[in-house]
T-cell receptor
Framework: NAGVTQTPKFRILKIGQSMTLQCAQD?????MYWYRQDPGMGLKLIYY???????DKGEVPNGYNVSRSTTEDFPLRLELAAPSQTSVYFC??????????FGPGTRLTVL | GENVEQHPSTLSVQEGDSAVIKCTYS??????FPWYKQELGKGPQLIID?????GEKKDQRIAVTLNKTAKHFSLHITETQPEDSAVYFC???????????FGAGTTVTVRA
């Protein structure tokens, strides 16, 4: 199993541009999550999903959107990128409500 | 998210010594307490976790202790090695909505 994969690894955006961060898992996990990690801070939950077709907001959802059309994929969409969205983004998946498995992250810079 | 305080923010230890990181929380409904290790340029990896019905759990050189009355839990690393150098995060699970809330992290450096 590849586990949780994320693309791209790095990206630089200009203010106002849009992009989609991709996340996929091959473990048939129902639960998937998006976090952002700012320097010196813990992870903040952006959005999560408990199964295909079901998504819900986390702690910091403003400026982001998600969709979950399949069990495997959970893309995160940034519309109108802002410098405040410069961060490292992690996707995670879980077979239930406890242990979460994280991807390698996407480092995003908005200039 | 729920408030989780993690201390210290940085920790430097001599190889072979022990390292202890402590987290305190306020939500008495929390029932799951994992610890994650994050190496440079990688995603967090679960190293040990404990449920609310257990006071201590050990896995080789790492252990976690939980005091639900005082609302704190700690990570203990014994006989530290250079490969233990990383950032460690504690987290708590909100029993009502099953979301993880993370501490701010502890950067551990093991000096050879």
């Amino acid at each position: 199993n590849a586990g949780v994969t994320q693309t791209p690894k790095f990206r630089i955006l200009k203010i106002g541009q849009s992009m989609t961060l991709q996340c996929a898992q091959d473990m048939n996990h129902n639960y998937m999550y998006w976090y952002r990690q700012d320097p010196g801070m813990g992870l903040k939950l952006i959005y999560y999903s408990v199964g295909a077709g079901i998504t819900d907001k986390g702690e910091v959802p403003n400026g982001y959107n998600v969709s979950r059309s399949t069990t495997e994929d959970f893309p995160l969409r940034l519309e109108l990128a802002a410098p405040s969205q410069t961060s490292v983004y992690f996707c995670a998946s879980s077979p239930g409500r406890y242990t979460q498995y994280f991807g390698p992250g996407t480092r995003l810079t908005v200039l | 998210g729920e408030n989780v305080e993690q201390h210290p923010s940085t920790l430097s230890v001599q190889e072979g010594d022990s390292a202890v990181i402590k987290c305190t929380y306020s939500d008495s409904a929390s029932n799951y307490f994992p610890w994650y290790k994050q190496e440079l340029g990688k995603g967090p990896q679960l190293i040990i976790d404990i449920r609310s019905n257990v006071g201590e759990k050990k896995d080789q050189r790492i252990a976690v202790t939980l005091n639900k009355t005082a609302k704190h839990f700690s990570l203990h690393i014994t006989e530290t090695q250079p490969e233990d150098s990383a950032v460690y995060f504690c987290a708590i699970l909100n029993a009502n909505d099953y979301k993880l809330s993370f501490g701010a992290g502890t950067t551990v450096t093991v000096r050879a």
